[in-house]
Nanobody, 120 residues
Framework: QVQLVESGGGLVQPGGSLRLSCAASGSIASTYSMGWYRQATGKERELVARIASGCSTNYADSVKGRFTISSDNAKNTVSLRMNSLKPEDTGVYYC??????????????WGQGTQVTVSS
């Protein structure tokens, strides 16, 4: 079993910043990748940013230059620094991880989600 716990969401004004964090725990042997997805009301869940264990990253075009993803492989954590936030960044942000368990299984885990609201 692998659990992901997110923190750091909230309400922020346009142009402001937030930092999201996610910690993975459980039967973890290694982390292949970790990332953040978001889902706005009435829309499908979409990739925001992802980082692989080798530290290669990819971002949604809409957040490039504003968001930065980072990870600590030793601690199985991932963070998302969000700057210059826009109202269209509003949504529930979900942490995602692809993990190899101690038992040798490759599992994809999701956090419970954290709300980010950008509004004046």
């Amino acid at each position: 079993q692998v659990q992901l716990v997110e923190s750091g969401g909230g309400l922020v004004q346009p142009g402001g910043s937030l930092r999201l964090s996610c910690a993975a725990s459980g039967s973890i042997a290694s982390t292949y990748s970790m990332g953040w997805y978001r889902q706005a009301t009435g829309k499908e869940r979409e990739l925001v940013a992802r980082i692989a264990s080798g530290c290669s990253t990819n971002y949604a075009d809409s957040v490039k230059g504003r968001f930065t993803i980072s990870s600590d492989n030793a601690k199985n954590t991932v963070s998302l620094r969000m700057n210059s936030l826009k109202p269209e960044d509003t949504g529930v942000y979900y942490c995602n991880a692809e993990i190899t368990t101690i038992e040798g299984a490759l599992v994809v885990s999701w956090g419970q989600g954290t709300q980010v609201t950008v509004s004046s």
